[in-house]
């Protein structure tokens, strides 16, 4: 019943060509829906009205985790999470979540604990790349959401004019709205193209320290890998900061069968995630850990924008408990 209340929704709002290539894409048929389409849909979202917006979020929330919102007096970490993204999209959240400007803060403040991955240039747009100048292995990404990123592991084999297509055409999306989450910090970032060293095991094997803060004491540390990009799904472990892995899942994720080996550097990451995240209620510090060197991977204010189903009631709750709002009406 939800997806067709989904589907009765998305006809209502996006029309019928959006519906029938976002059923394709969910499907796996297509990469993307057509940007034309997911523009009209942005701007559809971005210019609701804020009780809208709300009511929109509302619905996501509700056929995201099959249960009703709280927004005047939230409880839980998803509810509180939905709050902090009406009520505290600031700058600087939009500052440190850009993939671009980010590492450049981080590594004037923490310069001589942290390793920064190279950035070998940055564009304000596709037909300004100079693949010549680019070694044989990079990656391609945007600066301003999520999953817009291009793993080039043989420059001989990456098709330039698709490519320039695909990154332009990402440039244009507004990550705050395009897909109606309200993730609102994003529209403050300057969009740009950037390209990284490629790390090797970035395709896909490279494993991600994920330190959730919650008030600048990171409380629990995800650690994910073992990516499987056509099925979009990944392996994980929740441990504490002593490393005793708990039961805790998120999602869809699939756990780990063996625990891995505590970092040797672990109290390292520990303490560069409580100076990171001192200033925020809640924020998600991510790092990876490669020949016993700690690299700074990137900070999130909202994971799966709150959407997260746990696999214990009683977790959502706890978490939520930790984050401390100031109540707006």
Known sequence: MNIINKTLRLLKQSGVKYTFFYILKKGGIIEEVPIKLLLERQNFYKNLS??????????????????????????TFSEKIQ??????????????????????????????RINIIPQL?????AEEIDFDKLPEKFVLKCNHGSA?????????NLNIPKTR???????????AYVNGMYENHYTFIDRKIIAEQFIEEMDGNLHDYKFHCFNGVPKYIEFIGDRISNTHTIHSSIYTTDWIRTDICFNSDTPYL?????????????ELAKEMSKPFTYVRVDFYYINNKIYFGEITFTPDSGFIKFNNDKIDKQWGEWIIISQKN
């Open 50 to 75: 804020f009780e809208e917006q709300k009511e929109e979020l509302a619905f996501s929330y509700k056929n995201s985790l099959k249960k009703e919102i709280n927004l005047i007096t939230p409880q």
């Open 83 to 112: 709050w902090l993204k009406l009520y505290d999209s600031t700058k600087i959240k939009a500052d440190l979540s850009d993939k671009y400007l980010a590492p450049k803060l981080i590594k004037k403040q923490f310069e001589n």
């Open 121 to 125: 240039g940055v564009w304000n747009n």
């Open 148 to 156: 817009m990123n291009i793993i080039v592991k043989n420059k001989q």
């Open 165 to 175: 297509k695909k990154l332009n055409n990402w440039l244009k999306i507004d990550y």
């Open 258 to 270: 063996n625990d891995y080996e505590k970092p040797e550097k672990l109290n390292d990451m520990i």
